[in-house]
């Protein structure tokens, strides 16, 4: 399995499964001096852990990190940056049930036919699990690129959505309730719904959209490594996503070039930004912006047909502590996976600078 790693200069190797001792990372190619903010990094932590409110699963982690290596009072040494986040609140019991049987719509019966391993305790790497160690890296490289602000936020859950544009939104406002929607008639809606969806025992999903600001002109690179195609493998590389758009999106498949072209100011910036602040895999000083979309997550606690491993459809039960709606714990994992393309493609723009 070889797909553990992330980024070409900054880039972090994740190791780990939900029910095993530990989860963790190491992050190579992070420069010195840099100087860190732990208590940043322990909250971003706090916003994706379990247990924050009554509307995600209620497992129980602390999701304290502990740095290993690659910190010395208080700052990179430019050396790998090893972390590791005890698992403390495993209850593999809950899993007892689907040992045999593959749940609809998750990664169980994929892993097993692949690997021929079949880690039924929560899902083993392939649960979101995992994406703690992306949330302490994204810590680290949003305090390297300081200047640069991400700022993701629930824009919809179901058939709820923000009826504004992100301009019109207060950022500030956004870790003002537990779904992470900064308007708060919308965010009001969207509980109520999660609330209702919990008690049925069903999944809901929902979209979160991310903002990056303050980004200078010139990341990203023209071929196969446009920045939208990195942000785009960044964000459907977390489970659960089912769909990338940045710009106008599907919405510019129904426009007239007209109609879509971003004109510009005599200094470079334009009038609009449809195009997401990137031209040509090139980002152009304007806003990055982007949406991701989320499933309504697989374990519902309902009866449902699955398949077992001898081949038969058996009726199963969902069991144990799920999350009814991924959408508000994704929120700081979006902005993670968005931090580490934006750190990795300064470096590689630093690198392939004429300036020497
Ligand atoms: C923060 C987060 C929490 C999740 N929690 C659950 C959960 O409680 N139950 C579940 O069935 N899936 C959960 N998922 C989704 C599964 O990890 C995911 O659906 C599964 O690995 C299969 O991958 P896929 O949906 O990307 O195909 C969660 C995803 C995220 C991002």
Known sequence: MAGNSFGKLFKLTTYGESHGKAI???????????????????NELNRRKPGQSKIVTQRKEPDTVEFYSGVFEGETTGTPIGFVIHNTNQKSKDY????????????????????GVRDYRGGGRSSARETASRV??????????????????????????????????????????VIRCPDEATAEKMIAKVEEIKKQGDTIGGTITCVIQNV??????????????????????????????????????????????????????????????????ISNGMDIYFRVAFKPV?????????????????????????DPCVVPRAVPIVEAMAALVIADNMLLRRQESKEW
């Open 96 to 115: 007892t049930h689907i040992k045999d049987v593959y749940r609809p719509s998750h990664a169980d019966y994929t892993y097993d036919k692949k690997y």
């Open 136 to 177: 302490v890296a994204g810590a680290i490289a949003k305090q390297m690129v300081s200047n640069i602000k991400i700022n993701a936020f629930t824009s919809s859950v179901g058939e709820i959505f923000i009826d504004k544009p992100y301009q019109d939104l207060d950022f500030n406002k956004i870790e003002s309730n």
């Open 216 to 281: 200078p002109v010139g990341l990203g690179e023209p071929v196969f490594d446009k920045l939208h195609a990195e942000l785009g493998k960044a964000m459907l590389s977390i489970n659960a996503v089912k769909g990338f758009e940045y710009g106008s999106g599907f919405c510019g498949a129904k426009m007239k070039g007209s109609e879509h072209n971003d004109l510009f100011n005599v200094n470079g910036t334009t009038k609009t930004n449809l195009s997401g602040g990137i031209q040509g895999g």
């Open 298 to 322: 697989a374990t519902v606690i309902q009866k449902q047909d699955a398949l077992n491993s001898t081949g038969e459809i058996v009726e199963m039960q969902g069991k144990g502590r799920h």
């Open 24 to 42: 963790g990372g190491i992050i190579d190619g992070c420069p010195s001096g840099i100087k860190l903010d732990f208590d940043a990094i322990q």
